[in-house]
């Protein structure tokens, strides 16, 4: 037993940080709070770009055959998305880097909620919807909870989550961001509100 407390008091500060790995690594919370103190130093964010509508038309999204049910299982029309800024974020409830942005895309979706030309499609792609339910839930996430109803264009998705695009009031992409990002920050929210400003 002494032979223990020796080796503690040698080497505590070794044991409590392999303890503390193990946690993150085997926790999906722990690791999402990980990545979130990442996130929030603003080095993973993207910028919305310049619009290439004059260079690229295949940067423009065509909505048809772009379906989402919410909730009560409504099929959400994404045609009448046209003249909106639109914010899309693929998401699922076991992804840790899901989890570590998400604090953030509620505080962008509480920003611009009631604002009638921003719509949020946060779009949910566990196998089993009811547990991304469930994390909405538990965590008192109150962002729209829409899973797809078709085929997603691969444009917007390519396998990636979280994956984030924001569409302009032309359809135009001017963000498409694959991993982790911190959506709450000042600086994006100018950059919306330049969208915004815009006209159709």
């Known amino acids: 037993m002494e032979n223990v407390k020796i080796w503690i008091r040698k080497n505590g500060s070794t044991a409590i940080l392999t303890l503390l790995f193990i946690i993150v690594l085997v926790n999906k919370d722990a690791k999402a709070w990980l990545m979130r103190q990442v996130a929030s130093t603003g080095i993973l964010n993207s910028s ?13 999204v065509s909505y048809a055959g772009f379906t989402v049910k919410n909730e009560d299982g409504t099929v959400i029309n994404t045609s009448a998305l046209q003249n909106k800024v639109v914010f899309i974020n693929f998401w699922a409830s076991w992804c840790p880097p899901c989890r570590a942005e998400f604090p953030s ?38 962002i729209p909870f829409l899973v797809p109803a078709g085929n997603i264009p691969g444009v917007l998705y390519s396998g990636s989550l979280p994956t984030t695009v924001v569409l302009d ?26 969208l915004l400003k815009q006209k159709n």
């Open 48 to 60: 919305i770009s310049e619009s290439k509508e004059h260079q690229n038309t295949s940067a423009r």
């Open 105 to 142: 895309v509620q505080k962008l979706y509480d920003q611009y909620k009631k604002n009638p030309d921003m719509v949020f499609l946060t779009v949910n792609l566990d196998d089993n919807a009811d547990l991304g339910k469930s994390y909405l839930k538990e965590n008192g996430f109150t």
């Open 169 to 194: 009031k032309k359809g135009n992409i001017r963000l498409h961001h694959k991993g982790l990002a911190d959506y709450s920050k000042d600086s994006f929210y100018r950059q919306i509100d330049e």
